[in-house]
């Protein structure tokens, strides 16, 4: 009897636990995994095992909780290095961020969510900003929520969980409300979000036009207190150096 189904389910059972791991701000017991990921017990501790010792999730000497580990950090590095795109729009984070003084990102949608894949802080920053490697709902993002608006309203209610997840009290959870909140998206062509993702935080984005359709999009967190006045000015700079990323982009036959 073949044993690829066998080996198939294997690969499948790691990566679940890795991503419950690097998900997960804590350390997990053997019984925490088994209940979010619904693991049989005994093959959940023969993987941990092998990958404790393959130096992709870290323990203690007791092997009491589990937590990800330096190789993963390795393979988290190097696809950040094989990015061909990614050193210009640190650049442009760079330019943005003298601008505007806030801090600023660049991210990649993965299916239903956005991967932050560069980030540069406000020197003043006193909040919880996302970081490099965070990977946090589409639909609670201005980030995600510009690069849904690239795929029509069915290519979006297929994508997403049901129900979407609330992060704050004004996090968009009805399927309704968001599909018309991204046809604004797409007929101003920037996204803006208060306090969807954390409170006390706006945030800005405008997607990077260099692939069809956009993957990546760049926007800026404020406070969410700030003047309409500075919103505005805030909106045009991200607007000019995202089109500016992705002219250059273009140029450099990145896709």
């Not at 389910?9 to 998900?23: G, Q, W, Y």
């Not at 967190?221 to 500075?230: C, H, N, W």
């Amino acid at each position: 009897m073949s044993m690829e189904p066998q080996l198939v389910k294997s690969a499948e059972r790691t990566v679940r636990i890795l991503e419950t791991l690097a998900d997960s701000h804590d350390h997990l017991t053997l019984s925490e995994l088994q209940q979010r990921t619904g693991f049989p017990r005994s093959s959940l501790h023969a993987l941990m095992r092998t990958l404790v010792e393959l130096n992709w999730v870290e323990t203690d000497a007791a092997r009491s909780a589990f937590g990800i580990g330096s190789h993963a950090l390795l393979t988290g590095t190097a696809y950040l290095d094989k990015d061909p795109a990614l050193p210009f729009a640190q650049e442009s984070l760079e330019d943005l961020r003298d601008e505007i003084g806030q801090t600023v990102h660049f991210a990649r949608r993965d299916g239903a969510h956005v991967l932050y894949l560069a980030t540069r802080d406000s020197r003043e920053a006193d909040h919880i900003i996302p970081r490099v490697g965070r990977r946090l709902p589409a639909h609670v993002t201005a980030l995600g929520q510009v690069l849904l608006a690239q795929l029509t309203d069915d290519e979006v209610g297929a994508l997403l969980p049901q129900p979407l997840t609330g992060l704050t009290d004004h996090t968009i959870t009805d399927l309704t409300k968001l599909t018309g909140e991204l046809d604004q998206v797409r007929t101003r062509g920037w996204s803006y979000e208060r306090e969807q993702g954390t409170p006390g935080v706006a945030c800005v984005a405008v997607a990077v036009d260099y692939r069809i359709p956009a993957t990546d999009a760049i926007s800026c967190s404020m406070p969410a207190g700030l003047p309409p006045a500075d919103v505005e000015r805030i909106i045009e700079a991200v607007i000019r150096h995202t089109r500016k990323l992705a002219a250059t982009l273009r140029r450099e036959g990145i896709r």
